[in-house]
């Protein structure tokens, strides 16, 4: 357990850089483009933004993925990238389907990179719902200014 433990950790610490590192890089560049389109709003470039946002979570979140696809290949417990990576992103994902499993000394891999991915899924959700929030508060002001029509009001 502990061989599993201190193998996993590296690929943790990584994961935890990398999902950091994309998450500063989304929130600065979003807040950046928020700070020149002060006044304006538009539909079209709200769901832009949030997609950017969504494809860069979900670009750190492969990316991890791909990590610890690449331990498994290293420790040799694959013997192709694509089987280590479907493996990985079942495990990352908490599905756990079972149809491949490691062999009993590295086992424990699996929990702990479904660990890793819970809460790198849950910085995901957070960096989704803040950028969900802004709008919501940047379109409410627009509103009470009287700037924007409500597009949910019913006239």
């Known amino acids: 357990m502990l061989l599993n433990l201190l193998t996993g950790l590296p690929v943790m610490l990584f994961c935890l850089i ?3 590192g ?5 929130v600065r560049s979003y807040a950046r483009f928020r700070a ?10 709200d769901i832009l ?9 979900l670009l750190a979140n492969f990316l ?5 696809a ?11 990238f694509t089987t280590a990576l479907y493996y990985s992103a079942v495990n990352f994902a908490t599905l756990g389907y079972g149809d491949i499993v490691m062999s009993p000394q590295w086992r424990l ?3 702990i990179e479904a660990a890793n991915g819970v809460l790198m899924f849950g910085v995901s959700t957070a960096a989704m719902t803040a950028a969900v929030a ?7 002001l627009l509103l009470d200014k009287g700037q924007k029509e409500n597009p949910f009001s019913h006239r």
């Open 134 to 140: 802004d709008m919501l508060r940047r379109n409410q």
């Open 18 to 20: 990398l999902q950091a």
């Open 109 to 111: 891999l699996g929990p």
């Open 70 to 80: 690449g331990l498994f290949m290293l420790i040799d417990e694959f013997d192709q």
């Open 64 to 68: 991890q993925m791909a990590a610890w």
């Open 36 to 45: 020149r389109q002060v006044e304006q709003q538009s539909v079209l470039v």
């Open 49 to 57: 933004l949030l997609a950017l946002v969504m494809l860069l979570m």
């Open 22 to 26: 994309l998450l500063v890089y989304c």
